[in-house]
């Protein structure tokens, strides 16, 4: 990377776009939308992202009289911006090929984000521990705070900033326990007291903090330390400074006990995603649907509710209306996709639970069904007919919302 044009681009605790250091594209923050576009195009950084994807990302389920046009309003205006402030470094950062858009990889830049990964993972292959500390403090240095805050709701960015924050959890501990065998108890607080603005009900912290300070000597520092803990309610019980150790081994072997139990959750949850819908029984679905509905209330996902029904022609017997229910269940769930739900109400009905853009639900799914179920043999005496309905939306909660 030429060193007298450094893209250098800040996720961790807010989002800003530097060129040589200084602050570029100002203009960006007045739109949101504008905004939102760049960080999901810097943060799929080299890959193609189609115009759909794109779309459904930044909109989502919001109404809007022209997503379309205002995304392309929302580039054009990107590359007017490069070029009033003559961005050469810039130029063509975002490109479009074959109904796709992608962050340039030419376009070289420095995402705080993506460094954080990096340097993690030379830790992880650090024998030095000396070497792996200083790369865990600058781990610590570059997170400021979470990633992309004000879209810290979105599902694109959450994923991703709880695997971030997980890893600065890491460096954090990590050089916490190289600290107690140097001997560095003051770096222990500091790092503890700076970690606590950020994470303020992390229990461990507080009893890493209390026996750095035990340590120098510094009994009355350590009791309010215990005092805050407790006042928050952050503490399981109430911790006097003398007895902060066995507390804190207590919290160790939870920690490392509740570990174990994740991995072995792991091992036990599916490792691949099956094809097609998930097909259970009616009170599973309706348990989906609620979960389905509060994702609708919290992030404005599309949802469609289907009901499929097959009327038999007089004289159709119970087994041949069994027999083409079955067929019909089958064709359901190799017709949909994986995030799709169904479950079989009636003799001669499936409900289904379709989740996604109005692009891929709707009606097409169930005009596939439609047609596959009348490629069946012995179809001739069934008729299949369908309805479709969308729940209205429902605003979140004022818990989730003062949560996201």
């Known amino acids: ?30 739109s949101r939308k504008a905004t939102a576009v760049m960080e999901y195009l810097i943060l799929h950084h080299g890959e193609p992202v189609s115009h759909k994807m794109l779309i459904d990302a930044i909109w989502g389920g919001q109404r809007a009289s022209n997503p379309d046009m205002a995304l392309r309003a929302i580039l054009h205006r990107v590359r007017n911006m490069i070029e009033d402030e003559q961005l050469t470094p810039m130029r063509n950062c975002v490109v479009t090929s074959r109904g796709c858009y992608r962050w340039n990889p030419g376009c070289l830049c420095k995402v705080d984000a993506f460094t954080v990964d990096e340097w993690m ?47 600065y959890r890491n460096a954090l501990l990590g050089l916490v326990e190289l600290c107690k065998k140097w001997g560095e108890n003051q770096r222990i607080a500091d790092l503890c007291a700076h970690a606590l603005e950020l994470d303020p009900y992390e229990e461990r912290l507080y009893l890493e903090w209390m026996l750095a300070l035990q340590n120098m000597g510094r009994e009355d520092e350590a009791r309010l330390v215990a005092e805050r803990g407790t006042e928050i309610g952050c503490l399981h019980r109430k911790v006097e ?9 207590q919290v160790r072997q939870a920690d490392s006990a509740l570990d174990e139990d994740l991995r072995a959750l792991v091992r036990d949850l599916p490792a691949k995603t099956e094809t097609g819908a998930v097909m259970c029984s009616f009170d599973e679905f309706c348990t989906a649907y609620r979960v389905a509905r509060g994702m609708q209330a919290r992030h404005g996902e599309p949802l469609f509710l289907a009901l499929i029904r097959i009327t038999p022609s007089r004289g159709t017997g119970v087994k041949r209306t069994e027999d083409m229910m ?48 009348y490629r069946l043999p012995h179809h001739e005496r069934f008729l299949l007919n369908y309805t479709l309905y969308t729940p209205e939306s429902v605003p979140a909660t004022p818990f989730a919302r003062e949560h996201q």
């Open 326 to 373: 079955k067929q019909l269940g089958e064709v359901v769930r190799t017709a949909l996709r994986c995030s799709d739900v169904a479950a079989r109400r009636f003799d001669t009905q499936y409900v289904i639970l379709l989740n996604g853009s109005t692009v891929e639900s709707g009606a097409g799914p169930l005009e596939r069904i439609k047609t596959a179920f």
């Open 1 to 30: 990377m030429d060193a007298k044009n450094v893209i250098e681009v800040k996720m961790l605790g807010g989002f800003e776009i530097r060129l040589n250091g200084e602050p570029v594209l100002k203009p960006l923050q007045t």
């Open 121 to 167: 993972q030379q830790a992880a292959r650090q024998n030095d521990e000396y070497l792996r500390g200083k790369l865990y403090a600058q781990v610590l240095a570059l997170y400021t705070g979470r990633l992309l805050p004000n879209n810290a709701g979105e599902p694109w960015v959450e994923s991703v900033s709880v695997r971030l924050h997980a890893q």
């Open 241 to 249: 400074p003398e007895h902060a150790g066995s507390a804190y081994r």
